[in-house]
Nanobody, 123 residues
């Protein structure tokens, strides 16, 4: 069982930055690919970014490419999402997820999910 706890969300003005963290309570964190997804009110969940077990491979959605960066620290059992140049359309609840298979854009490939952290970007 993997428990994931996100933190770092909040209210920020457009153009600002936030760094989200996701702490995993599992002994084998390095065995899991990790991903970030988001869901805005009234919209479907969408992929944001993913990272492989050893950080050798990353994926970013086109909508965040060049602004957001996913990274991980296996020694701290934590995955991060650095978000720069935030836009009002980035407003959503952000979730981290763990996959025992691979880093993908598909939600159904992920086995465990956190409760989410809210990010609100004001214009």
């Amino acid at each position: 069982q993997v428990q994931l706890v996100e933190s770092g969300g909040g209210l920020v003005q457009a153009g600002g930055s936030l760094r989200l963290s996701c702490a995993a309570s599992v002994h084998t964190f390095s065995a899991y690919a990790m991903g970030w997804f988001r869901q805005a009110p009234g919209k479907e969940r969408e992929f944001v970014a993913a990272i492989s077990t050893n950080s050798g491979f990353t994926l970013h959605a086109n909508s965040v490419k060049g602004r957001f960066t996913i990274s991980r620290d296996n020694a701290k059992n934590t995955v991060y999402l650095q978000m720069n140049s935030l836009k009002p359309e980035d407003t959503a609840n952000y979730y981290c997820a763990a996959s025992s298979r691979r880093a993908t854009t598909l939600g159904h490939d992920y086995d465990y999910w956190g409760q989410g952290t809210q990010v609100t970007v004001s214009s």
